[in-house]
């Protein structure tokens, strides 16, 4: 079953604006990940945040994590063209933190 | 290797027999996964494999699907009898120690079952 849902499911903005995207999930982590994926291969590790960490910053993003909410953001400020991909949250779950993916948000900036 | 391996890219194969999708983690991971992803959809877990633990076999999805790791090095997964709702890309990853810690995907073989 899914541990990390993403919201929205698609979301189309002009470039140099920003993008915000949310994942919810189920049960508790010790820390939650988002990965980008272009074109329908490999992803890409973006960032880790620990549950013990609020916000984190690499670059242009932003991550936010929220536990008592389940839920966590990932802002990208300043879009740009070739941030059009895929991006997907990721969760250690079970007895074994084995990596679970959500759907996925896909990310259209427009030039 | 520099990075997650995978093989083939791409493999056509038609329906009823059996494929074999290879991975190459990166030197040292002790964990690797493997995802399946249908055109347009998430990653679905398909199993886990930690250093000397028993893999987690929990997400294939039928007993046609099987996979093998050797130690700590290449992975394979075998489909028998394929069905044509077998086709997506499939997708490995390693990461250094499993346990939630970051993954290295490999590019993906895209099987095309006909």
């Known amino acids: 079953s899914q541990q990390g849902e993403e919201d929205p499911q698609a979301l189309s903005i002009q470039e140099g604006e920003n993008a915000t995207m949310n994942c919810s999930y189920k049960?508790?982590?010790?820390?939650l990940q988002w990965y980008r994926q272009n074109s329908g291969r490999g992803l890409v590790h973006l960032i880790l945040?620990?549950?013990?960490?609020r916000e984190k910053h690499s670059g242009r993003l932003r991550v936010t994590l929220d536990t008592s909410k389940k839920s966590s953001s990932l802002l990208i400020t300043a879009s740009r063209a070739a941030d059009t991909a895929s991006y997907f949250c990721?969760?250690?779950?079970?007895?074994?933190?084995?990596?679970?993916f959500g759907k996925g948000i896909t990310l259209s900036v427009r030039p | 290797g520099a990075g997650v391996s995978q093989s083939p890219s791409n493999k056509v194969t038609e329906k009823g027999k059996d494929v074999e999708l290879r991975c190459d983690p990166i030197?040292?991971?002790?964990?690797l996964y493997w995802y399946r992803q249908r055109l347009g959809q998430g990653l679905e877990f398909l199993i886990y494999?930690?250093?000397?633990?028993?893999?987690?076999k929990s997400g294939l999805p039928s007993d046609r699907f099987s996979a093998e790791r050797t130690g700590e090095s290449v992975s394979t997964l075998t489909i028998q009898r394929t069905q044509q709702e077998d086709s997506a890309v499939y997708l490995c990853?390693?990461?250094?120690?499993?346990?939630?810690?970051?993954?290295?995907f490999g590019q993906g073989t895209r099987l095309t079952v006909v």
């Open positions: 990853a390693s990461s250094l120690a499993g346990m939630g810690t970051e993954a290295f």
């Open positions: 049960t508790s982590i010790n820390n």
């Open positions: 945040i620990r549950s013990n960490e």
């Open positions: 990721a969760t250690p779950t079970g007895a074994n933190s084995k990596l679970t």
């Open positions: 030197s040292g991971h002790t964990a």
């Open positions: 494999f930690q250093g000397n633990s028993a893999p987690d």
